[in-house]
């Protein structure tokens, strides 16, 4: 199910199409204890008004195109024109699953883009800078995610016991947006769906293929909000940037 939205605010149409987004934000909010975590507010602010507003102020960016529970569409549409999201091009009710959600989004994208960046909605504290070094990377090698290195100590265990110590050196937590070269992310999302894949980010879809990914610099503010603890630490990363502005 998708709405086409009336642009909201005058947009300037010499700007040349360079990443259509994404947003993946039809999630159940399961381990958020019955609470839509989108609409919690940081600051007094939602969510997700958060990380479109975030993404909208990125040049780069062309259009975004939101993947909602359709019950939250008409919700998230008033968020939208409230906090002033001019890049919105589309609000899509989102599947039954994240491969399904975001399938749906890929094939609302504009044509015309040579990139399609796809973000968690409830990964609010993204930056320009991590935006503009995954663009640059897709460029380069059609696929490219931004990620941290693994700091903890990470065992192997089957029934509870150890079977080894895998090493952290080349482990890596991979975040959003992670972003593609248009034809190739359709290309393997349809194989994804078609095969009946279990792929928990996007990257997995594309590496089905055979395709390598190229990983960039992330950071450890950039994180995706999943339990009611995690919102402690969102306010904690918003109130350090607002003193430091």
């Known amino acids: 199910m998708a709405i086409q939205l009336r642009r909201m605010f005058k947009k300037d149409k010499e700007k040349k199409a360079v990443c259509s987004v994404v947003v993946a934000a039809a999630g159940s909010s399961s381990r958020m204890e019955g609470t839509n975590k989108l609409f919690i507010e940081i600051g007094a602010i939602p969510v997700l008004a958060h990380t479109l507003t975030a993404l909208n102020k990125c040049a780069e960016i062309s ?3 939101v993947v909602t529970q359709p019950d939250d569409i008409s919700e998230v549409a008033r968020l939208c024109s409230a ?3 001019t890049k919105l091009s589309k609000i899509v009710g989102g599947g039954q699953t994240r491969l399904e959600s975001v399938y749906k989004g890929v094939f609302e994208v504009s044509k015309e883009s ?7 909605g409830a990964r609010p504290f993204i930056t320009e800078q991590i935006i503009s070094e995954t663009i640059a990377a897709a460029l380069r090698f059609s696929a490219a995610a931004p990620c941290v290195p693994v700091t903890s100590t990470i065992k192997q265990a089957h029934n509870g ?5 895998i090493a952290r050196e080349n482990l890596f937590e991979v975040q959003t947006p992670q972003i593609f070269a248009s034809e190739l992310i359709k290309g393997a999302l349809q194989n994804a769906v078609d095969r009946s894949l279990y792929i928990t980010d996007d990257c997995m879809a594309v590496e089905a293929l055979g395709c390598p990914v190229k990983l960039t610099a992330g950071a450890h503010d950039n994180i995706k909000l999943t339990t009611k603890a995690d919102i402690v630490i969102a306010e904690a990363i918003y109130t350090a940037r607002r003193n430091n502005q």
């Not at 016991?161 to 110590?165: A, C, G, Q, R, S």
């Open 63 to 65: 259009e975004i195109i």
């Open 83 to 85: 906090y002033r999201v």
């Open 114 to 120: 040579q990139l399609i960046a796809i973000h968690d």
């Open 161 to 165: 016991m150890v079977e080894k110590t």
